[in-house]
């Protein structure tokens, strides 16, 4: 799986958010973003329902790698890898999730915004990390500090990312991907507009390509 996301990942590096409580709008959306050329989707366990969302998608959909996002607990984790779940990312770094993803071979994407966060994940044998909240946690700036001083190390920015400046973000060498609530705004979601969000994402691809 971590060879599959990863080359996905490359050719597409962004991951849109889905937090939906209706299954079979999830599964709209969700392919909707496919449509536009995005195939790793985060399901965010932000609401009563949006497991269920994300089961729908993996069982309804093709050629999409899903995981769950907002995971805070080892038993959530346990839950959603249970359900599918291919990949699991967290707001925050958690050793006991980390630790158990580590031991099932699950992809895991722990937030984390300090110099000490991202030493205590590598110590911990990731080299992948979340960096949340983006733009409050000094967004490319601190990216390239931190980059001087991690050299392995490769995160995912999320929170305040957009289409006005994911190039700059993607830029930088040690950014694997990111991710990003803009590519389902809710006023397209309520009003069923898949078409639009089908349009962010190809947006969101075409910026991606010209920087990569």
Not at 22 to 31: G, H, L, Q
Not at 83 to 105: H, K, M, N, R
Not at 142 to 152: D, P
């Amino acid at each position: 799986m971590h060879e599959t996301l990863s080359r996905m990942l490359a050719s597409a590096p962004v991951v849109p958010l889905i937090g939906e409580n209706d299954p079979e709008r999830a599964v709209k959306i969700a392919n909707a973003l496919g449509e536009g050329g995005l195939s790793v989707i985060e399901v965010v366990l932000r609401s009563p329902d949006a497991q269920k969302g994300m089961e729908a998608i993996l069982g309804e959909t093709e050629d999409l790698i899903v995981g769950a996002g907002t995971v805070l607990t080892l038993d959530q984790a346990k839950s959603v890898v249970a359900s599918g779940a291919q990949f699991i990312v967290c707001p925050g770094l958690v050793d006991e999730i980390a630790e158990y993803c580590l031991g099932e071979g699950v992809p895991v994407y722990p937030g984390t915004m300090t110099a000490g966060e991202v030493q205590r994940a590598y110590a911990l044998g990731l080299r992948e990390v979340k960096f949340f909240p983006a733009s409050l946690a000094g967004g490319v700036p601190m990216l390239k500090a931190l980059s001087s001083v991690f050299g392995e190390m490769r995160f995912m920015p999320t929170g305040g990312v957009s289409a006005s400046n994911l190039a700059d973000y993607l830029a930088l060498p040690s950014v694997l991907a990111c991710g990003g609530s803009w590519l389902t705004p809710a006023d397209a979601v309520k009003a069923g507009d898949y078409a639009k969000i089908t349009a962010l994402a190809q947006e969101a691809v075409g910026i991606a390509s010209k920087v990569r």
